[in-house]
């Protein structure tokens, strides 16, 4: 299965790159607007920005799986909806595991920032621009 991904991943490296780029960019400069506004909320920020990374990187990953399964037709035509349950049904997951860690606690936020991480994925792979879906066409 790796090697399948591996093969997958190289044929489609630029529009695949070119995508990462685009959804990764605006978290750099969130953070930046953060730290400038309010220094003291570093941590808050970075906390927030680490859940909606690793979401945003999830959905990515899970989009990418279900675009280029050929096996179960449900989850190539309905693989936006799913990356969404999938990635939220994680985090949820992973929050409800913090509530019974004794050093752990779950937040509201975090969820937010998670569901932010994975909407903003899913709307930038989705909707991404004309030049890169034809990049994807082309096999590139």
Known sequence: IFCIMLNLFIKNRAY???????????????IVIIMLLDPSEKAIA??????????????????????????????????????????LFIGAVIEIIQLSMPNRSSNIL???????GILFTVLIIKYSPKSIKKLKRFGI
């Open 110 to 116: 975090d969820m937010i920032a998670d569901l932010c």
């Open 16 to 30: 695949l790159f070119s995508t990462f780029l685009i959804i990764f960019y605006p978290m750099i400069v969130f």
């Open 46 to 87: 970075l906390d927030k920005l680490t859940h909606y990374a690793f979401f945003s990187l999830l959905s990515y990953v899970i989009y990418f799986v279900l675009t280029y399964q050929d096996k179960i037709w449900f989850f190539k035509k309905h693989r936006t909806g799913l990356t969404i349950l999938f990635a």
